[in-house]
């Protein structure tokens, strides 16, 4: 994408626009823009470019039925802005939502995946949407403008304003530190959110939830400055205890509300194996941990969840990890519905323990469930080398060199793989 000088605009009229600091902001009304020349235009425009950009990357999701959902969601908070706010669904396992000045919002499917249900989700767009009703970025960059991270701002826009930038982890990361907004903005917004929610039917309860669960997760976190969101949102129990007290007030008056949570659950289910084994990669166990509680406690998919848990097991690989995989996985196989790969990864672990009758089986069985498996043939192959080895056995019950080494390549890393030609894909 050709990148354009938007960024120039703000430059210009950071030098021109002197008296934008001390005029009031009003809160933006449906469908408005702003005006031509102001330093606001030249956010928006610069912000159209990043939105564009981003817009074109490969980590958007563009499910429909995803999308209109989240759009549900939007029209329900706040109908007369509906048709303002735009949004992409981002491929990253981090919790997080932003809002531009220009009503582009993005939605990061880590915080789809901690979202027990909908009114949680509801909760953090209003309080995006709260940021955009209230201006908030435009105040912020009036703040900054006489400052060195006025600077830094442009350097970000005009990176994401170029080529092929805007979906970088390392970017949206800067892009959300730049909009760390006051603490008093922060209140302002997730006061938004809770009456927006509120208003729309939601269980206003869950507002102050979702944030209790995140702050669960980050102090058990073994990388705890891996959360991208406070960065931008400083979350504490203050903010928990505010959001509890408005709760209590609110149902004290008669007030109730939704939380939606089988429709969330339907809506996001399809996708939720995918956000996990994207989680699962941050390496974070400890952190994964706590999400993977908290879905247990959403009941749904559990042998989906079992799976999930075997494996955050196996890619840990602490001692003892190996038998609580085993365990997690036999527990994913006694519900009705499971993953197939748990099979597979069961079938490898009953291997590596030296249980070939149940390696063998559980290859089996994958094959059976899964007859359309990419990975049929390779399967079938290491049934092939069991069976073989049991010939071997039979010959020579004293020593087996190829089965050894076979083992190394599957379980003791990338030479042994590197020396078989094959790459492991459980
Ligand atoms: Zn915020």
């Not at 990148?3 to 009003?26: E, M």
């Not at 042994?416 to 459980?426: D, E, T």
Request: proline fraction near 4%.
């Amino acid at each position: 994408m050709k990148s354009k000088p938007a960024y120039l605009w703000i430059l210009a009229l950071w030098l021109i626009c002197l008296s934008c600091a001390t005029t009031q902001v009003q809160d933006i009304k449906p469908g408005e823009k702003p005006a031509l020349e102001s330093d606001e235009a030249g956010l928006w425009m610069a912000m159209d470019d990043i939105e564009a950009n981003l817009k074109t990357s490969g980590r958007i999701e563009h499910d429909p039925d995803l999308n209109a959902y989240v759009k549900k969601i939007l029209c329900k908070l706040q109908p007369d802005y509906c048709n303002d706010i735009r949004y992409v669904i981002v491929q990253t396992p981090h919790f997080n939502a932003s809002m531009a000045p220009n009503g582009f919002m993005q939605v990061w499917t880590g915080l789809m995946l901690r979202a027990q249900n909908e009114a949680q989700l509801a909760y953090v767009l209003g309080h995006e949407m709260g940021h955009y009703q209230r201006r908030h970025s435009l105040k912020q960059w009036r703040t900054i403008r006489n400052t060195s991270s006025a600077l830094i701002f442009l350097q970000i826009v005009a990176a994401g304003a170029g080529v092929g930038f805007a979906g970088d982890i390392a970017y949206l990361v800067a892009m959300a530190g730049i909009f760390a907004y006051s603490r008093d903005m922060e209140r302002e917004a997730d006061d938004f959110g809770f009456e927006f929610m509120a208003d729309a039917g939601y269980d206003f309860h869950e507002a102050a939830n979702i944030w209790q669960a995140l702050i669960e997760e980050r102090d058990a976190a073994d990388q705890p400055d891996q959360f991208i969101l406070f960065a931008s949102h400083p979350t504490s129990s203050e903010r928990v205890n505010t959001l509890r007290k408005m709760a209590d007030h609110l149902e004290s008056q008669g007030r109730y509300g939704e939380s939606y949570q089988r429709e969330y659950l339907d809506a996001t289910g399809p996708f939720r194996a995918k956000w996990l084994k994207n989680e699962l990669r941050k390496r974070d166990f400890a952190a994964s941990q706590v999400v993977l509680k908290h879905l247990f406690n959403t009941g749904d998919r559990p042998g989906e969840l079992h799976y999930y848990q075997g494996e955050l097991y196996r890619m840990r690989a602490q001692e003892g990890d190996v038998e609580k995989a085993i365990a997690s996985y036999q527990k994913a196989l006694s519900h009705e519905k499971y993953p197939p790969a748990a099979l597979r990864s069961l079938g490898l672990l009953f291997w590596k323990a030296r249980k070939f009758e149940d390696a063998k089986d559980s290859f089996n069985n994958y094959l059976v469930v899964n007859p359309d498996a990419p990975d049929y043939e390779m399967i079938k192959s290491y049934l092939e080398e069991l069976q073989q080895n049991d010939q071997k056995q039979r010959d020579y019950p004293a020593g087996n060199r190829f089965f050894t080494e076979r083992l190394c390549a599957l379980h003791t890393g990338r030479a042994g793989q590197k020396r078989h030609g094959r790459r492991l894909q459980y």
